[in-house]
C-alpha cells in the first residue's frame, strides 16, 4: 500500500453516493475513504485483522468512486495492492480458502472451463443443496447461462472490401466458453469495417481475475503479450470490459522488469466499441427496430472511461432505440469473481439493477462485459418476471450490418 497515495485522499466525502457497498449499508469501512483510512492503519503497523480484511474484501473494485474523485485519488492502484497484502498476510477459513483454489483453478483456464461447462449447466438443479454446502457454489449454479453451441473462428478472418487495417483479437475465458457467439460477432463486425482480424489460437487467460483479485497477474500478462508480438499486430481489440481495464494496466503490473513493461507499453489496447469509433464507420447499417438498454460495465466506464462510444454506436443503428438505466455508474455486483465470493451484496446490487433495467420497458440488456450479462439476467430470472433478452454491442452491430433483424439477439 503506496502511503504517497493514500495520503491523496482528503476524505471530502465525494466518493460516498458512489459507492455500491456504502449505498446498501450506510457504513463507513465500507467507503472508498474507510477503507482508506483502513489502509493507512496497515501502513501504521495494524496488522491484518478478519474484520479489517473483511471491510476490503466486500469492495467490488468497480472503481466508481475513481471517476467521483476531485482529488485524483488512485484507489484503484490501492485497492489492488491492498488486496495482495490480505492475499499474503490474511488467514482465511479453510472453506473460503478452497472455494477461492477452485476458481482461480477453473476460470483462467479454457480447457478446464469448457470441461466443467456440463456439470456448472446441470449443477443449477442442485443450487438448494449447494447452497447449503456453500453459498458461493450456489451463486456458481445460479450465474451459469444456457449452454452456447462451441463456435471456432479461424487464425485470420480477412476485411470485407479495402483493408483499413489488421488487429489482433483477444477471445478471453468466459466469453470464449459462454458466450462463443460474441467472439464470432466481434471478428465479423471488425471485417465488415475493413479490418484483417488475426485471432491467435490457444489463447490463455489475459490476467484481469487474478490482478482484480490480489494474486500474481505477470505470468499471464506475459504470456499475453508475447503471443499478440508474435502475431505481428500493435493494436488488439478487446470486447470484455475487464480484460480490457486489466490489459491496459500491464505496463504498471510489470513495472518492476522495465524490459517487459517497455513492451506492454508497444502494445496499443483498445475496447471494441472504443476502436470501431476511432477507426469511423464504413458498412452499411440496416435497420434494426428494437428498444435496447445499454448497461455500463464498471471495468468500462469507470476503469477506461469508455462511456460515449458503445452509445454512439448504438444510435448509428437506424431504428433503434437507446434507453438509459438509471443509477448507470452503480456496479451491478458481477465485478469479476465479487458474485462468486460475496454472493449475498451481490445479489443485493444484482437485483437493485434489474429492477432499474426493466424499468426502461427495452426488449434488450446490451452490455460489454459477460459478468454483467450473466449476473443481471440471473437477477431478471430471480424476479419473476420472465427471461430478458441480453446481447453484447458487437452483436447488436453484427445484427444491423448482416440485416438479420432484431429476432436475432439475446438468441443462445
Given at each position: 500500500?503506496d502511503p ?8 471530502c ?6 459507492c ?19 489502509m ?7 496488522p ?9 474484501d466486500?469492495c ?5 468512486c ?10 484503484d ?37 469448457r ?32 449452454p452456447a ?13 479495402r ?13 470464449s466458453q ?31 481475475l487474478?490482478l ?12 499475453t ?6 502475431a505481428?499486430?500493435d ?6 470490459a ?14 518492476d ?5 517497455e ?14 469509433v476511432?477507426?469511423?464507420p ?7 427496430p ?25 444510435r ?10 438509471s443509477?448507470s455508474?452503480i ?20 437485483d437493485?439493477k434489474?429492477g ?25 430470472r ?17 445484427a ?11 438468441r443462445?
Amino acid at each position: 500500500m503506496d502511503p504517497e497515495l493514500i495520503k491523496d485522499c482528503v476524505h471530502c466525502g465525494f466518493c460516498l453516493p458512489t459507492c455500491p457497498t456504502y449505498l446498501l449499508w450506510g457504513e463507513e469501512m465500507d467507503s472508498p475513504r474507510g477503507r482508506i483510512h483502513l489502509m493507512a492503519q496497515h501502513v501504521e503497523g495494524t496488522p491484518v485483522t478478519d474484520e479489517m480484511a473483511g471491510h476490503f474484501d466486500a469492495c467490488l473494485g468497480c472503481m466508481a468512486c475513481v471517476t467521483a474523485c476531485p482529488s485524483g485519488v488512485r484507489y484503484d492502484r490501492l485497492i489492488e495492492e491492498t488486496r495482495a497484502v490480505v492475499e499474503r498476510e490474511h488467514v482465511r477459513a479453510p472453506e473460503d480458502r478452497a472455494i477461492r483454489e477452485l476458481v482461480f483453478a477453473l476460470f483462467p483456464y479454457r480447457r478446464r472451463l469448457r470441461a466443467m461447462r456440463l456439470p456448472m449447466r446441470l449443477a443449477t438443479r442442485m443450487r438448494p443443496f449447494l447452497d447449503r454446502v456453500h453459498p458461493s457454489l450456489g451463486a456458481m449454479a445460479e450465474l451459469v447461462p444456457p449452454p452456447a453451441r462451441p463456435i471456432r473462428l479461424p487464425p485470420r478472418v480477412h476485411a470485407l472490401g479495402r483493408r483499413r487495417a489488421t488487429v489482433g483479437m483477444l477471445t478471453g475465458c468466459v466469453q470464449s466458453q459462454f458466450f462463443p457467439r460474441v467472439n464470432a460477432a466481434t471478428a465479423r463486425v471488425l471485417a465488415m469495417e475493413g479490418c484483417d482480424v488475426v485471432i491467435p489460437p490457444r489463447q490463455g487467460c489475459c490476467g484481469a481475475l487474478s490482478l482484480h483479485s490480489g494474486r500474481d497477474a505477470r505470468r499471464f500478462a506475459k504470456r499475453t503479450i508475447a503471443m499478440f508480438e508474435r502475431a505481428g499486430v500493435d493494436t488488439v481489440v478487446v470486447n470484455v470490459a475487464g480484460c480490457g481495464s486489466s490489459m491496459k494496466e500491464y505496463a504498471e503490473v510489470l513495472r518492476d522488469e522495465p524490459e517487459w513493461a517497455e513492451r506492454a507499453e508497444a502494445l496499443r489496447v483498445r475496447d471494441l466499441a472504443e476502436y470501431l469509433v476511432e477507426l469511423g464507420p464504413v458498412a452499411r447499417r440496416h435497420p434494426l427496430p428494437v428498444s435496447v438498454a445499454y448497461h455500463d460495465a464498471c471495468h468500462l466506464a469507470h476503469a477506461q472511461g469508455v462511456r460515449s462510444q458503445p452509445r454512439e454506436l448504438l444510435r448509428g443503428i437506424p431504428g433503434l432505440e437507446l434507453r438509459e438505466i438509471s443509477e448507470s455508474a452503480i456496479c451491478c455486483g458481477s465485478a469479476g469473481t465479487y458474485n462468486l465470493f460475496q454472493p449475498g451484496p451481490a445479489r443485493e446490487l444484482g437485483d437493485r439493477k434489474a429492477g432499474h433495467v426493466m424499468a426502461t420497458g427495452a426488449e434488450v440488456l446490451v452490455s460489454a462485459n459477460p459478468g454483467c450479462s450473466m449476473q443481471i439476467a440471473a437477477a431478471v430470472r430471480r424476479s419473476g418476471k420472465g427471461e430478458m433478452r441480453v446481447a453484447h454491442t458487437a452483436e447488436v452491430l453484427d445484427a444491423s450490418l448482416r440485416g438479420l433483424g432484431a429476432r436475432a439477439l439475446g438468441r443462445a
